[in-house]
């Protein structure tokens, strides 16, 4: 994979080395463009170690803007309000413009990154609406002190992913639910587990790459979710299950990955108005939580649903039997099973081993959680 990352004259060009190693990091192979004014900002010799390749900054008789305009995306990153206007107006007076309207005629995917001024990026909404109706794509600045400033960089990776992929989930929309509930005691005390949230986190990644909207409906985490999805935050089971009856008739596919309470405190009035004092013992009742799943296809009869089931060292024949009974009661589609007393997995970790069940059981052994994703989502691909 070839992708041509234009640098112009933006303060924010100081990225620039980061994103070209951390697209490198993806084995995707980066050629560079740089305005005048980039080169002012960042040596072009920081560009070319950073891509190894090198820098365009005029257009010779090797005619680069036709050479390079076929490539499988051109990111421009950081986009000036120059650069962005000049092409709503398909101005060709420089390297970059001349090489993005070549691009433009060949249908190549563009990605801008708008950095600059809030003004200045208030004054040229009509030029990236303008460009956004012609395909192009936009990711949306961080608006801070008064600039709309370049955005994450791990952010602007998923953008050039996606458009690069086969987008075989575009059109689709995905919920995944992701992280802990958390069941008050009182005000101050509380009942949880330990999920960190990143299993949910990574399916989602990879349903956006693929060309999914995705929706994260996100207990308590441990990881950042990225700024790129619409996240609904929920704490307690309740809460849980009051935003699912919303959104579940708003999507197509679920994605069940948050570990939900199985059990919830019983509690007075007067337990939520007061802390509980730590000078008596006290007992503590638990009653059973609703199982949030078994709800989900009585809401919406026609969504695609992936369940869990964890179980805490049992035999693996154990496990098959308890995903098995889960995914009968629950109607689910797919039912993903995991010991998480396995070693080098489970609940907080980056790997996991997993057992994958349609009508069919699928062993995925000790792996990244990110490996496993994309796994899940090939299984949901094909039974969709």
């Known amino acids: 994979m070839e992708i041509v990352l234009c640098v112009t004259g933006s303060i924010a060009a100081i990225e620039a080395v980061k994103l070209a190693r951390e697209l490198k990091r993806h084995k995707i192979e980066i050629k560079c463009f740089m305005s005048d004014d980039a080169c002012e900002i960042i040596h072009p010799n920081a560009m070319e170690f950073a891509t190894d390749q090198e820098v365009t900054s005029e257009l010779t008789g090797k005619i680069e803007h036709v050479k390079y305009a076929q490539s499988d995306l051109i990111l421009v990153a950081p986009a000036t309000a120059n650069v962005i206007s000049k092409l709503a107006c398909k101005i060709a007076d420089n390297p970059i413009n001349t090489l993005l309207i070549t691009a433009f005629g060949y249908k190549t995917p563009i990605i801008f990154v708008p950095s600059m001024h809030y003004s200045m990026y208030q004054a040229i909404l009509e030029n990236i609406h303008k460009l956004e109706d012609e395909g192009i794509t936009f990711i949306?600045?961080?608006i801070e002190e008064n600039k709309a400033k370049f955005p994450d960089i791990n952010d602007?990776?998923?953008?050039?992913?996606?458009?690069?992929?086969?987008?075989?989930?575009?059109?689709?929309?995905?919920?995944?639910?992701?992280?802990?509930?958390?069941?008050?005691?009182?005000?101050?005390?509380?009942?949880?587990?330990?999920?960190?949230?990143k299993m949910g986190v990574e399916i989602?990644?990879?349903?956006?790459?693929?060309?999914?909207?995705?929706?994260?409906?996100?207990?308590?985490?441990?990881?950042?979710?990225?700024?790129?999805?619409?996240?609904?935050?929920?704490?307690?089971?309740?809460?849980?299950?009051?935003?699912?009856k919303n959104l579940l008739t708003k999507n197509d596919i679920f994605v069940s990955a948050a570990a939900v309470s199985d059990f919830i405190p019983e509690k007075s009035e007067q337990d939520n108005a007061y802390k509980i004092s730590s000078e008596n013992d006290i007992t503590l009742h638990l009653k059973r939580a609703p199982k949030i799943i078994n709800s989900v296809k009585k809401i919406n009869p026609d969504i695609f649903?992936?369940?869990?089931?964890?179980?805490?060292?049992?035999?693996?024949?154990q496990l098959i039997d308890s995903a098995s009974r889960k995914m009968k009661e629950s109607g689910a589609d797919i039912m993903i099973a995991n010991d998480v007393a396995v070693k080098g997995g489970g609940f907080g970790s980056d790997k996991n081993e997993i057992i994958i069940m349609d009508e069919n059981v699928f062993s995925v052994p000790l792996t990244s959680k990110r490996e496993i994703s994309q796994k899940i989502l090939d299984k949901i691909i094909e039974k969709v």
């Open 140 to 142: 949306k600045p961080k």
């Open 156 to 197: 602007i990776i998923f953008y050039a992913l996606r458009e690069t992929s086969d987008k075989s989930l575009q059109g689709k929309k995905i919920l995944v639910s992701a992280g802990a509930t958390y069941e008050e005691i009182d005000p101050v005390r509380g009942i949880t587990n330990r999920s960190s949230g």
């Open 204 to 244: 989602a990644r990879e349903a956006f790459i693929r060309g999914a909207e995705v929706t994260m409906l996100c207990g308590r985490l441990d990881i950042q979710v990225p700024s790129i999805f619409r996240v609904v935050n929920v704490e307690s089971t309740e809460e849980m299950q009051l935003e699912l």
């Open 305 to 317: 649903l992936v369940g869990f089931k964890a179980e805490y060292n049992v035999s693996r024949d």
